[in-house]
DNA sequence: TGCCCTACAGTCCTTACCTCA
DNA sequence: TGTGAGGTAAGGACTGTAGGG
């Protein structure tokens, strides 16, 4: 346990002996007493709810912005300390260093915790958090992304499946003027030996060359 | 081999917001 | 139309574990 973590402890025990806190502190002891007032979530969102809310926030932001706290130790009505929340600026500058580098070192972590008026300790909690939940969302990017490959790809092998009926049906069919007719219309590409129907493109030969385009 | 530090996964908890009866 | 309950997402923090020096 870190310098940090044993005086936060300390603080919120002292915090609790003198306040006299119940449930939360027993349950919570090793929460942070610092608080802030109704700040804006960063995030990558975009859904519909969080972006009303965004609108939200923000309005109310122009009106509570002089009341900002960046540590706080601000308590609710009963007494118990609020949890923490980041000021906007401290998100924004957390943020932008996140940007240059998704990891960070003991330096870079003591001067941009002086700079916020953070512990080292949240600084190094929120890149944790940062990290994971950056790649949690880049797995939900992947996962869309192969999950449309899949659908492609079905698509792709149910309709050659279709077409392969189709030229079985057509050698061991009935040699009639129909049959020829149809025969007619299929080619065979003298470069990569498949088989296509010119008047339907390059059907053939580009699911034999096919990439998958997404969106 | 043990220790320390760091990153990560998993989880808990609080907060804020939305929906609906 | 107001309101409380339940659901959900976001975010801060903690714990346990693994790997590197």
Avoid at 37 to 49: C, F, G, S, W
Avoid at 61 to 82: F, H, L, R, S, W
Wanted: charged share 30%; proline share 2%.
């Amino acid at each position: 346990m870190d310098d940090d973590q044993d005086h936060h402890m300390a603080s919120t025990l002292d915090l609790n002996l003198k306040l006299g806190l119940g449930s939360y502190v027993q349950n919570n002891v090793n929460k942070p007493l610092v608080d802030s007032k109704e700040e804006l979530a960063i995030d990558l969102n975009h859904d519909r709810a969080n972006e009303l809310s965004l609108k939200r926030v923000h309005e109310e932001q122009a009106n509570t912005v002089e009341e900002e706290i960046a540590i706080d130790t601000t308590n609710d009505n009963n007494g118990c300390p609020k949890k923490l929340r980041l000021t906007t600026e401290q998100s924004n500058k957390l943020e932008n260093a996140f940007k240059r580098h998704n990891t960070i070192n003991t330096a870079q972590k003591r001067a941009l915790a002086e700079e916020l008026n953070l512990k080292q300790r949240q600084v190094e909690v929120w890149f944790q958090n940062r990290r994971a939940r950056t790649k949690l969302k880049q797995t939900e990017v992947n996962c869309i992304y192969l999950r449309k490959c899949h659908e492609k790809l079905s698509e792709e092998n149910l309709r050659l499946k279709k077409e392969l009926e189709e030229l079985r049906a057509l050698k061991v069919g009935p040699s009639n003027t129909t049959q020829s007719s149809k025969a007619a219309n299929w080619t065979i590409c003298s470069s990569c030996k498949k088989i296509w129907k010119p008047n339907e493109e390059d059907v053939v030969i580009k699911s034999s060359h096919s990439t998958i385009e997404l969106d």
